[in-house]
């Protein structure tokens, strides 16, 4: 409870958590309030809460990357390659490594997620040729289980995907992840914190099951990196892929990244044999030989202007350091929890995320059968409102994501009246309920 003095009598006046003014002393007293000024915020009145699907813009990113186009391209043309856009993938990669606990040389930024997926699962179950299942869960995102479903269809379906249920909609249990494993498993193929409703895993103690039993295991990290603090060498991760353009913030489309534990890397071998992973590239030999090391998962040509966004914002980052954006995450998701058992339950809504934050990463899935209108409603609103951007999850999810390097607790309590005010008037009746390309 925060309370304040009332001036003329000397009491305490209590403000009820519902009150705007209850947010803004929470605003008033966080010590990461300042990261919000390095990003671009043209609009104070559009609320962003889609930080977990497209990060916010850094102002030093637009900056670096007009250099990058002017002087790196415009002038120096091909020779910035050997002045510096060779490393980036490493570079870049070992920026990351920082914020996930791997070593320099683990992580390497490439390609797409979904491509990362597919080169680590395979390179996976050829070091595993005599086993034939992979384990995985359901609330997998699709392009991961696509992903899978494919490799099997190439293998001539020599592999059984084995999916773990959800007991409760809400978690996966550990229990039913170790019964899922036995002596015939390749892979352990799991997002750590789920898109759906940002259950998390305990990844040290699944990944511990996933090695009892002879098992590698590929976590995804697309919904935890840059939310969650993350020591993958610690916890003895074999393998992992992620996301630069959720809680990153490094622009639309721009490259994943992979990491895999250095003693794995000679013996993996990657099943897309790009000449940037051969040993010599420019050697043009017309045999391919493997690079040493984490380069050999590289592909082609990596998108240079893309990644560049990539380092100026896990600066950011790691400058607020990782445990303090947790611990502000788990302030602000419990924030929005009892706000919405206070004004949205009453209308409808129904948190389907986990409400022990050890179980939870940083969105906050609310379930509604109008989620669809009620998400055009906030993003389209009828003036004077303010505009809430969340996402829309089919069949019927809205998701809030929560960056708190730019997200205040304001914002939030506003949202959710918002949400509150939609229902209770009815507006969101003149959307369709067509649903758009994007959602
Ligand atoms: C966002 C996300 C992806 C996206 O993959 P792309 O190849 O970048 O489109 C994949 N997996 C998970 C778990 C994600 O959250």
Redesign the pocket.
């Given at each position: 409870m925060v309370y304040y003095p009332n001036n003329q009598e000397e009491e305490q006046m209590e403000i009820r958590p519902t009150e705007i003014n209850y947010a803004r002393e929470l605003d008033a007293g966080d010590r990461l309030a300042i990261f919000r000024d390095k990003f671009y915020i043209p609009d104070e009145n559009i609320i962003y809460l889609d930080g977990n699907s497209l990060g916010r813009l850094p102002k030093e990113t637009a900056a670096i990357l007009n250099q990058e186009i002017s002087q790196h391209w415009g002038d120096q043309l091909i020779r910035s390659w050997n002045a510096n856009w060779i490393q980036t993938s490493r570079q870049a990669g070992d920026k990351i490594a920082r914020l996930i606990g791997a070593s320099p040389g683990e992580v390497l930024v490439s390609d797409?997620?979904?491509?990362n997926l597919f080169k680590l699962v395979l390179a996976a179950l050829q070091a595993r040729v005599e086993r034939k299942i992979i384990i995985s869960d359901v609330f997998n995102?699709p392009?991961?289980l696509y992903v899978i479903q494919g490799i099997s269809h190439l293998l001539n379906n020599s592999h059984q995907i084995r999916m773990v249920p959800s007991d409760d909609g809400v978690s996966i249990s550990i229990h039913s992840i170790d019964s899922a494993i036995d002596s015939d498993t390749a892979l352990v193929y799991l997002?750590h914190v789920s898109?759906r409703n940002a259950f998390m895993y305990d990844m040290q103690a699944v990944t511990e099951l996933a090695h009892k039993r002879g098992s590698l295991i590929l976590w995804?990290l697309?919904?935890s990196t840059g939310a969650v603090p993350l020591e993958l060498n610690q916890w003895n991760v074999d393998l992992a892929v992620g996301?630069t353009y959720?809680y990153l913030n490094s622009g639309p489309g721009a490259p994943?990244f992979l990491y895999v534990r250095k003693d794995l890397q000679d013996t993996l071998v990657s099943p897309i044999w790009g000449w940037f992973g051969a040993k010599q590239p420019f050697k043009f030999a017309l045999d391919y030989e493997p690079a040493l090391g984490i380069d050999r998962f590289q592909t082609g040509t990596p998108p240079i202007l893309s990644m560049k966004a990539i380092e100026p914002a896990v600066d950011i980052i790691l400058d607020a350091g990782i445990d303090n954006i947790r611990e502000k995450s788990i302030m602000q998701t419990e924030y929005l929890i009892s706000l919405t058992d206070i004004l949205l339950k009453p209308l409808g809504f129904e948190v389907i995320s986990p409400r022990d934050s050890r179980m939870r990463g940083s969105h906050i899935s609310l379930k509604h059968n109008e989620a669809y209108r009620i998400c055009q409603a906030m993003i389209t609103p009828l003036q004077p409102n303010p505009i809430v951007i969340p996402d829309f999850r089919a069949p019927d999810l809205i998701r809030l994501g929560i960056s708190p390097l730019y997200n205040t607790f304001s914002e939030i309590n506003l949202a959710v009246h918002r949400i509150k005010t939609i229902v209770e008037t009815g507006t969101y009746h003149r959307f369709s309920k067509d649903w758009l390309p994007v959602t």
């Open positions: 797409s997620t979904s491509i995102f392009s991961d997002t898109y995804d697309s919904h996301c959720k994943a």
